[in-house]
């Protein structure tokens, strides 16, 4: 008899290696790359649970290799987000996940389905930087730290009621922080430049 699959508990480890990778600025800022780009970190985790009999080890090694690829001045900020993700792997609830008897049928479905999974994940929140962006581009001063942190909500507000019911709140924080941590590039974007994206469906 074929086990069923745990799709609710990948759904949830997803979220969160999705986040940890996009803090680290390992996830693409454009929605048209090659596919590549949006798994390389993501299947690799996953060969590693492949490879290892214990969920710990594979992420250990995960984790050197994901620092490799970071800009040094992300590493500790991002350190609780990649935690989250150990965390959640070596929890007695989840462990069976990627471990033990149903750990292959599990890896195959991942696999399968993450080109999918880490789009559909990313394109609500690049959408949402994007719309800030495109408000305010050419204005250097609502690229600041504290200026976006106080105004990315209520800038958004109707392209989040768009995405509200079928994205996780979470998701409105994740687009800001991207945003913060990208600032210095969209703040050069220009009010007259014609050739960067007015949102996010443009980015493919």
């Known amino acids: 008899m074929t086990k069923k699959i745990p799709v ?43 490879r290892y009999d214990r969920a710990e080890t594979a992420y ?11 800009h040094d001045s992300r590493r500790e900020r991002v350190e609780p987000t990649f935690q989250a993700v150990r965390t959640w792997l070596t929890d007695e609830k989840h462990r069976s996940v990627f471990e033990g008897e149903g750990k292959k049928d599990n890896l195959n479905h991942l696999k399968r389905s993450l080109y999918g999974r880490v789009y ?61 941590d990208n600032r210095s590039y969209y703040k050069s974007w220009k009010a007259s430049n014609d050739d960067k994206p007015e949102n996010a469906g443009d980015l493919a």
């Open 60 to 70: 250990d090694e995960w984790y050197t290799s994901a620092l490799r690829g970071m």
């Open 120 to 180: 559909s994940w990313l394109y609500p929140r690049r959408q949402l930087a994007l719309t800030y962006v495109n408000i305010h581009k050419g204005n250097a001063a609502q690229f600041e730290r504290t200026t976006i942190a106080q105004n990315f909500a209520d800038d958004v507000i109707d392209v989040w009621e768009e995405f509200e019911e079928i994205v996780p709140a979470s998701a409105l924080n994740d687009a800001q922080q991207y945003l913060i």
């Open 8 to 50: 609710e508990k990948i759904d949830e480890f997803c979220d969160l290696m999705f986040r940890a990778l996009d803090h680290a600025g390992l996830l693409p800022q454009r929605m048209g790359e090659a596919s590549h780009a949006f798994e390389k970190y993501s299947r690799r985790l996953s060969g590693f649970l492949t």
